[in-house]
């Protein structure tokens, strides 16, 4: 049914003329000339801002490159980001673009761009300010969490790839390893692909990296899932206000990896179809979900297309788990200040102080997956193991400050001829044999003083938001700290892709999981089950952190 026959309602008529004359007396009366261009696109914007937080006018241009990056493609500065609180905040750098390359990271907030503020300007205007020329320079100010300073960076505008599938290899003799940053319209076949090699390689078990996946097409997490649970397991559920979308997504026979164990990692930048995945997964007990509650976006979003090309990108439905969570954090309609704030306070108690972040949980969002363990509703994805990060250390210090990247940077360029005569097409090679030398990690922390990182031997004067931190702890993390130098080395001999298993030995997160197998497998062992129900109302005492 065409929306205009939908409009039957005389209420309904009554006010699209309200409106209309609205419109043509502003146009056609107001003191001064009037942009009907602007003063529609305002009227639409105003409408949607007392509906949910995402729900967007996207103007025809801006139509024109979001439909690009479903398709695989992008121009710009290579990041992904949303509108946060009045500001652009970056969800992640594509990987191995120009943003990734000079520094900036997920969480920056975008303040000003070409020495103009950034604050208060919409999605659409952040990314006219980013985009341009290929070759053609952009400078960013942004603010980073747990900094003082603000970062200047210039960014040469670019073509941007991207490839759904940021990185997959064999982790060792048995453990696969696919890490997906987005769901576009080529995921699907990038994933299976990666399964085929990995399989080929001897894989018997996989981690499944969602971390900083900000979601994009069901579809494909829908056909991802599909891989991973037996026949007839429900995935998603969609509910709306009109029973065309209400919609049942089960997994169909065949699948490629139904029975192995899988572990899956999320964060708090982990939103959408990302969560439609692990929600699945977790429900139907098929995999161990491990890391941070994921970000709590749960909104079926259509686009209808506009006259002039642009297009009204608004919520037509809610996600729901197979165990019935609904995936989206609350909201009050129009509210998005106040949204945010709860979402992100939410998230940071559910990350540092779990069991009383559960204990708030009412009985009515306290579910059962197939096999009778506790989840929980509320919006997000509540892992099974939670893996807090470390943001006091001194290590998190160096990399959220910038040091450790712009070390990388100037050692790299003095050192560039002489590694890529050695190291050139050599990447297996690099990544088991290379080593940073001591005199390399004393300089680091050399750089890193004359930038305002402080050590001392005296625990009094500790004090890491003013960037001063205890000696030994320094020391104790010499390994670490050569491994996330030899990583930014390889970025710049190999690109993010293979560079990704040598980050690995210093993730956190990942580093456990490797110690989670046994339950991944206990979870692997249940094989079909039936279906995930709503739960009772029977709460468990057993403490999320350890389930």
């Known amino acids: 049914m065409k929306i205009e026959r939908s409009l039957s309602d005389e209420n309904t008529l009554d006010q699209l003329k309200k409106l209309r004359k609205a419109f043509m007396v502003v146009n056609q009366r107001y003191v001064e000339d009037v942009n009907p261009e602007k003063a529609a696109q305002d009227a639409i914007e105003g409408m949607l801002d007392g509906l949910d937080p995402h729900s967007t006018f996207i103007p025809a241009q801006k139509a024109k490159e979001v439909k690009q990056t479903y398709k695989g493609s992008f121009g710009g500065v290579g990041i992904w980001y949303d509108v946060v609180r009045d500001t652009a905040q970056v969800i992640r750098p594509i990987a191995g673009g120009p943003s990734e390359e000079v520094g900036v990271m997920a969480g920056d907030r975008i303040i000003a761009i070409n020495d103009s503020t950034a604050i208060g300007l919409s999605r659409e205007g952040v990314q006219d300010k980013l985009k341009g020329r290929k070759g053609t320079t952009v400078n960013i100010t942004v603010e980073r969490p747990g900094i003082e300073e603000d970062y200047n960076f210039s960014i040469e505008r670019g073509k941007i790839p991207l490839r759904s599938v940021h990185s997959s290899f064999m982790v060792d003799d048995q453990t696969g390893y696919i890490e997906i940053g987005r769901f576009s319209k080529k995921t699907y076949d990038e994933f299976t692909k990666a399964l085929t090699e990995l399989e080929g390689n001897g894989m018997e078990r996989l981690v499944l990296d969602l971390r900083g996946n900000p979601g994009g097409v069901m579809q494909s997490a829908v056909r991802i899932a599909d891989e991973l649970l037996p026949k007839g397991q429900t995935i998603v559920k969609t509910k709306g206000r009109k029973p065309s979308a209400d919609q049942s997504f089960a997994a169909r026979a065949g699948g490629r990896f139904e029975e192995k164990p899988v572990i899956v990692l999320v964060n708090p930048f982990s939103a959408s179809a990302s969560e439609i995945v692990s929600g699945a997964l977790q429900d139907h007990d098929r995999a161990l979900?491990?890391?941070?509650?994921?970000?709590?976006?749960?909104?079926?979003?259509?686009?209808?297309?506009?006259?002039?090309e642009s297009v009204l990108q608004m919520t037509v439905a809610r996600y729901y788990t197979p165990a019935g969570r609904l995936i989206q954090t609350p909201y009050d309609d129009g509210n998005e200040k106040d949204y945010y704030a709860e979402k992100f306070g939410a998230l940071d108690e559910a990350t540092y102080d779990a069991s009383e972040y559960a204990k708030g949980i009412p009985d009515s969002l306290v579910y059962q997956t197939a096999h009778g363990r506790q989840v929980f509703g509320g919006g997000g994805i509540l892992p099974d193991v939670i893996v807090p990060p470390d943001t006091s250390g001194v290590l998190h210090y160096v990399r959220q400050s910038g040091i450790q990247n712009q070390f990388v940077n100037r050692w790299f360029t003095n050192h560039e001829t002489q590694l890529r005569d050695e190291w050139t097409d050599r990447s297996d090679a690099f990544?088991?044999?290379?080593?940073?030398?001591?005199?390399?990690?004393?300089?680091?922390?050399?750089?890193?003083?004359?930038?305002?990182?402080?050590?001392?031997?005296?625990?009094?004067?500790?004090?890491?938001?003013?960037?001063?931190?205890?000696?030994?702890?320094?020391?104790?993390?010499?390994?670490?700290?050569?491994?996330?130098?030899?990583?930014?080395?390889?970025?710049?001999?190999?690109?993010?892709?293979?560079?990704?298993?040598?980050?690995?030995?210093?993730?956190?997160?990942f580093q456990k999981a490797l110690d989670h197998w046994n339950r991944a497998s206990e979870l692997a062992a249940y094989g079909p089950g039936g279906s995930s129900s709503t739960a009772g109302t029977d709460r468990r005492s057993d403490d999320p952190q350890n389930r």
């Open 289 to 308: 979900i491990m890391g941070q509650r994921t970000f709590g976006k749960g909104l079926v979003q259509k686009q209808f297309p506009l006259p002039d």
């Open 431 to 509: 990544i088991s044999d290379y080593t940073v030398a001591d005199e390399t990690v004393a300089a680091f922390w050399s750089y890193a003083d004359e930038n305002g990182v402080a050590l001392t031997d005296e625990p009094d004067a500790v004090d890491p938001s003013s960037g001063v931190f205890m000696r030994s702890a320094a020391d104790a993390k010499m390994e670490t700290v050569k491994t996330q130098l030899k990583y930014g080395i390889a970025s710049k001999l190999y690109g993010t892709r293979a560079s990704r298993r040598i980050w690995l030995r210093a993730d956190d997160t």
